[in-house]
């Protein structure tokens, strides 16, 4: 997958991701073995001491892992990942970058930082996926 049509396929296949997409997630950039997403911070992502609960930031950092491990147009599921939460977040935007550190025809890494509006790092998430041998059934327009 080369062009930009071919990433713009991919981030319409994960818009159909509905957990991260109702979860008010946007996935807005894909390259090969990269992405990123944004998220709002809204009353709905807060945990009972007021600030984002760890499901949210782990969902948003997983949206990103899967869209990376995925853009070359084959199927990748996770087998293994960790998350460090090193700063809590309680209002603004959070935004997911993943970045692919290694790549063989079945195993590929990331990290993924998860940073607020000032730029900080709210987590550090890592994942390492299984590249099956399917391709990824993306939907017509």
Not at 60 to 81: H, Q, R
Request: proline share 1%; charged share 25%; aromatic share 10%.
């Amino acid at each position: 997958m080369k062009t930009q049509q071919n990433m713009d396929d991919i981030k319409r296949y994960f818009s159909q991701e509905c957990f991260a997409s109702n979860s008010g997630m946007n996935l807005t950039f894909v390259s090969k073995g990269y992405a990123k997403a944004e998220m709002e911070i809204e009353k709905r992502h807060l945990n009972i001491l007021g600030t984002v609960h760890g499901g949210a930031i782990f969902t948003l950092a997983d949206m990103v892992f899967a869209a990376a491990s995925n853009s070359y147009g084959t199927v990748a599921v996770a087998i293994n990942v960790d998350i460090a939460y090193v700063k809590a977040a309680m209002k603004g935007t959070l935004y997911a970058e993943a970045k692919e550190t290694s790549i063989n025809p079945k195993i590929s890494t990331y990290v993924v930082n998860v940073t607020d509006d000032d730029g900080d790092i709210v987590a550090i998430f890592n994942g390492m996926a299984y590249r099956k041998k399917n391709k990824l059934e993306i939907p017509e327009e």
